[in-house]
């Protein structure tokens, strides 16, 4: 599932499916606290205000002086919270009260109290208390974490989603300019992942297969008018032609994870390893080839020289233990692209195999057939010839 999705979607997502759980969480906390602390914030100042009404009216009550009571009861309603206080008898009759307004908030709560006098109860007190003020006082501590919440998700899903970006579009450069194909894959790293999976190979299973060696394609460019080369150009001039080269053949093969050899007669020669043989490998050494033959035809026309090269590209699986073993494989390949190279014109590539024909290489590029088990390479599909574009244009820019 995770190849379906875009990273500039899914780390916004994250983020804010992040915001919006630890918000939650907050909003509740944040909601039983001042629930709390408002209940608690009532009952203080019901219990304080019946306890000042309780010493206020107590000596009054009994000596019925009702114009104490009365200015005690009109005290207490001065708070804009209580909206009434009203005084009751033993016999729970009403002897006075006090009002702000004629008609009741909407939610009010009664709270009581018996006045006592020497253990007897001579009456009692009750007020009317508007809690909603209360409760909206402290409900704002939560509607102000509420919209200081919104802005922070908005503002880090915002920004997540410019860096996502960022990051996704920089990962898209990176692996269009790898080698490689097949699914197109959504996830940005993914599919960097699966372009760099073929040019890498797992140490520890290098060390536990190291007896069965590896899959080795060897790459021999031979520059079939060397000779030529050396008669027409003076020496800085072919020093500065080979350096180029030499630097052109280290780009590219440190873009396509290959490894230069020593070559001989006016060659040079590299090859591109892999656990094992595989179209992938193949495909990933002949855009290497590829690359490199576009790269120099390309120093050739900026420095004004006539290159004429044909490659070739042989490949076995080669035991790296021991090294004697190992070399004399190695110059056994080197020695078949050789004699393939004999027989080709300049600027062809060819391919020795003897594991696929040229049915099954029809998935990885197109090909002519040469001679058996030979091909020459004649181009690659449309999508595959684009991302190649691509990265010659990136080694020109580098090398050129």
């Given at each position: 599932m995770h190849r379906q999705y875009s990273m500039a979607k899914k780390l916004p997502a994250a983020a804010l499916s992040l915001c919006l759980v630890l918000g939650l969480i907050v909003s509740i906390i944040i909601g039983n606290q001042t629930s709390n602390l408002a209940d608690a914030a009532i009952a203080d100042k019901t219990q304080s205000v019946l306890r000042q009404l309780d010493e206020q009216i107590r000596t009054p009550l009994f000596n019925n002086d009702r114009i104490s009571v009365q200015v005690a009861l009109s005290r207490a309603v001065d708070d804009a919270a209580i909206f009434s206080a009203s005084l009751y008898d033993v016999e729970n009759k009403l002897i006075t009260q006090?009002?702000?307004?004629?008609e009741a908030p909407a939610n009010v709560e009664l709270f009581r109290r018996e006045i006592e006098l020497q253990d007897t109860i001579i009456g009692s007190v009750i007020i009317e208390l508007d809690s909603q003020p209360i409760y909206s006082q402290h409900r704002m501590i939560l509607i102000s974490w509420v919209l200081l919440w919104i802005l922070f998700t908005a503002a880090s899903t915002y920004v997540c989603h410019l860096f996502a970006d960022q990051l996704a579009r920089r990962l898209r450069i990176l692996s269009n300019r790898l080698?490689?194909?097949?699914?197109?894959?959504?996830?940005?790293?993914?599919?960097?992942?699966?372009?760099?999976?073929?040019?890498?190979?797992?140490?520890?299973?290098?060390?536990?297969?190291?007896?069965?060696?590896?899959?080795?394609?060897?790459?021999?460019?031979?520059?079939?008018?060397?000779?030529?080369?050396?008669?027409?150009?003076?020496?800085?001039?072919r020093e500065r032609l080979f350096d180029s080269i030499d630097y052109c053949t280290a780009r590219t093969l440190e873009l396509y994870g290959g490894h230069r050899?020593?070559?001989?007669?006016?060659?040079?020669?590299?090859?591109?390893?892999?656990?094992?043989?595989?179209?992938?490998?193949?495909?990933?050494?002949?855009?290497?080839?590829?690359?490199?033959?576009?790269?120099?035809?390309?120093?050739?026309?900026?420095?004004?020289?006539?290159?004429?090269?044909?490659?070739?590209?042989?490949?076995?699986?080669?035991?790296?233990?021991?090294?004697?073993?190992?070399?004399?494989?190695?110059?056994?390949?080197?020695?078949?692209?050789?004699?393939?190279?004999?027989?080709?014109?300049?600027?062809?590539?060819?391919?020795?195999?003897?594991?696929?024909?040229?049915?099954?290489?029809?998935?990885?590029?197109?090909?002519?057939?040469?001679?058996?088990?030979?091909?020459?390479?004649?181009?690659?599909p449309e999508g595959r010839q684009t991302l190649l574009e691509k990265q010659i244009l990136h080694l020109a820019n580098v090398c050129l």
């Open positions: 006090s009002r702000q307004a004629e080698p490689g194909g097949g699914d197109k894959i959504i996830d940005e790293l993914a599919a960097l992942e699966a372009k760099i999976q073929p040019l890498l190979s797992n140490s520890g299973q290098a060390d536990q297969d190291s007896n069965n060696g590896y899959y080795y394609s060897v790459v021999r460019a031979c520059i079939k008018n060397r000779q030529r080369l050396n008669n027409q150009l003076n020496r800085e001039s050899v020593e070559g001989a007669d006016g060659s040079i020669c590299f090859y591109v390893r892999s656990t094992q043989n595989s179209k992938q490998q193949l495909l990933v050494c002949l855009m290497a080839v590829y690359s490199l033959q576009q790269l120099l035809e390309r120093l050739s026309i900026k420095l004004g020289v006539d290159l004429e090269i044909n490659w070739t590209m042989c490949g076995s699986n080669l035991s790296t233990l021991p090294l004697f073993s190992f070399d004399e494989g190695l110059a056994a390949l080197k020695q078949q692209c050789t004699e393939l190279g004999d027989q080709l014109q300049e600027g062809l590539i060819g391919l020795h195999s003897t594991e696929y024909d040229i049915e099954a290489l029809s998935s990885i590029a197109r090909f002519l057939v040469f001679d058996d088990n030979c091909f020459v390479l004649q181009g690659f």
